[in-house]
T-cell receptor, first 113, second 114 residues
């Protein structure tokens, strides 16, 4: 079945460092890809999405490019802030899945001042 | 505010008891999803409704679990004869049909089974 694999955390960075969180997927058909974020004490929020190959999703300085050839959707940010500390989830959904999301296991990011 | 309220936020119960969680989404979206999240894992899909119709149930949803959405607005998730393995965060989310994948999650209901 469809699945998502993320790099294991926790990831600890200093403020202003470059961030990459790897995400690869296995899917039949042509899934849409998402990054969701869970800040401490809050619910999951959509961060960005891409619906077809080569699309780039972006939001709040974060970017991810839908790479069909490598089945990847890595999350990047050029300069992280302490406020970016959260758990990040890669997810996918396909046209035959009723809109439900399949999530990776999450990657915890901790940014130190 | 994601427009999804869940109640209770935390429930502690003894093994074998029944528990019920409620989800109240704002009315603009007609799809409602239930997920379960355990510590250190991503959310796992349980079931979803379009209006009042339950369209899909995961194999994770054993016979002890039942979900309803009687009027296409709020939803309940009941767990009968709870087991320690049911301890988890139960998440509810709303979404629009056709706009797949863009879900708005509540803050969850945490279940602890002693």
């Amino acid at each position: 079945g469809d699945s998502v694999t993320q790099m294991e955390g926790p990831v600890t960075l200093s403020e202003e460092a470059f961030l990459t969180i790897n995400c690869t997927y296995t899917a039949t058909g042509y899934p849409s890809l998402f990054w969701y974020v869970q800040y401490p004490g809050e619910g999951l929020q959509l961060l960005l999405k891409a619906t077809k190959a080569d699309d780039k999703g972006s939001n709040k300085g974060f970017e991810a490019t839908y790479r069909k050839e490598t089945t990847s959707f890595h999350l990047e940010k050029g300069s992280v802030q302490v406020s970016d500390s959260a758990v990040y989830f890669c997810a996918l959904t396909g046209g035959n899945q009723g809109g439900k999301l399949i999530f990776g296991q999450g990657t915890e990011l901790s940014v130190k001042p | 505010d994601t427009g999804v309220s869940q109640d209770p936020r935390h429930k502690i119960t003894k093994r074998g008891q029944n528990v019920t969680f409620r989800c109240d989404p704002i009315s603009e979206h007609n799809r409602l999803y239930w997920y379960r999240q355990t510590l250190g894992q991503g959310p796992e899909f349980l079931t979803y409704f379009q209006n009042e119709a339950q369209l899909e149930k995961s194999r994770l949803l054993s016979d002890r679990f039942s979900a309803e959405r009687p009027k296409g607005s709020f939803s309940t998730l009941e767990i009968q004869r709870t087991e320690q393995g049911d301890s988890a965060m139960y998440l509810c989310a709303r979404g629009r049909a056709g706009n797949t994948g863009e879900l708005f999650f509540g803050e969850g209901s945490r279940l602890t089974v002693l």
